[in-house]
């Protein structure tokens, strides 16, 4: 599934420690690199959509690890 997705985004995305500290500000920067990939076109519509769910869905992770 990820395999398109820029390896950077990937890299964020998978950064527990900073999810977890700062769960609405990773999770902007995961969706503001996600819309620079899309306006590069280094990503299509699809797989903009993919990041931008993936980022709120971890977002939502980060939230419930903080409790």
């Known amino acids: 599934m990820a395999t398109n997705l820029p390896q950077a985004w990937l890299a964020e995305l998978g950064d527990q420690v900073a999810l ?15 819309y620079a990939a ?21 977002r939502m992770w980060a939230l419930q690890e903080h409790e």
């Open 20 to 34: 977890v500290t700062d769960p609405d500000g990773r999770a902007a920067v995961l969706s503001e690199m996600a």
């Open 38 to 58: 899309r306006r590069r076109r280094d990503v299509d519509d699809g797989d903009l959509v993919d990041m931008l769910e993936l980022a709120e869905a971890a």
